[in-house]
């Protein structure tokens, strides 16, 4: 396998940090729907799915219990395109990160 030149590595890197989601629009975690039941007898919730869907975001701590925290309809697709960005921002790190490494592995400059 022919390796990739330097000079394309550093285009590549230039490339993917103009394509980072804004750091004020990323956000952590996971969403979970849920459905529940109101208790109140003859609701139509007690043989069905429940109320819902209501939303939640769930980030996780290492040695901790997740955090849960309602997410309002109003901004629900803002969240979830705070979750995308997140991802991708994770995915373009890693790839930059690649890169960084592979030039130090040359004893390029970084």
């Known amino acids: 396998m022919r390796e990739t030149p330097t000079p394309a590595l550093r285009q590549r890197r230039r490339q993917l940090v103009e394509q980072l989601p804004p750091q004020e629009a990323i956000l952590r975690g996971s969403l979970i729907e849920r459905y529940k039941r109101c208790g109140k007898p003859g609701c139509q919730c007690a043989s069905g799915r429940g109320h819902g869907p209501k939303y939640y975001l769930s980030v996780s701590h290492p040695g901790a219990r ?14 979830r395109t705070y979750l995308a960005n997140y991802q991708r921002l994770r995915a373009l ?3 930059i990160c690649a890169i960084n490494s592979e030039l130090l592995r040359r004893r390029e400059p970084l």
């Not at 997740?66 to 969240?79: G, I, S, T």
């Open 66 to 79: 997740p955090l849960m925290d309602y997410v309002p309809q109003a901004v629900l697709e803002q969240v």
């Open 93 to 95: 790190l890693e790839e």
